[in-house]
């Protein structure tokens, strides 16, 4: 995709987070903050976005992941974000979406126990680091359970 094409589409879609980054801080100041640096990390990274994406859920899911990393690196480690409610926001039609999440609920709660506790928690933002210290796992254990997680859920879902 053509930049000037992608930084189009880009403007065109953000005027979709400002709820989004407004409920995540619950402050105006911090919000536009946050939009900025996810349309900063959306122009940097434009080069991984693939035609066909949606561009409103790929965006949501930069800013969600950006707002939970500065969250922990504040000192705190549990975030307010709940899973379930950060997937179906960013799918637009909710029929469509409560069929993926079903579906995604439904994949995840058939992984092994030592596949799931690992990704779920990667899910939630916890960096590989903090997995291996929260489970006494060695951290090439947690990538590859993480790994495996992840082909696991893809044969499951697709």
């Not at 928690?121 to 254990?141: A, F, N, Q, S």
Request: a positive charge; proline letters at 3%.
């Amino acid at each position: 995709m053509e930049k000037t094409q992608f930084n189009h589409l880009l403007t065109s879609q953000s005027r979709y987070l400002a709820p989004q980054a407004l409920k995540f801080t619950r402050d105006a100041d911090d919000a536009k903050d946050l939009i900025q640096d996810t349309l900063l990390r959306a122009i940097l990274n434009s080069d991984k976005f693939r035609e066909g994406t949606n561009l409103k859920g790929w965006l949501y899911t930069i800013m969600r992941n950006l707002f939970v990393n500065n969250y922990r690196k504040r000192g705190f480690h549990t975030c307010p974000i709940d899973v379930e409610e950060a997937i179906q926001l960013h799918v637009e039609n909710m029929g469509e979406s409560n069929m993926r999440v079903e579906g995604i609920k439904t994949s995840l709660n058939h992984l092994p126990r030592q596949y799931y506790q690992p990704f779920s928690m990667y899910l939630d933002g916890y960096k590989y680091h903090e997995i291996t210290e929260r489970l006494l796992v060695p951290l090439g254990t947690i990538k590859n359970r993480i790994h495996i997680a992840r082909k696991i859920l893809k044969q499951t879902i697709s």
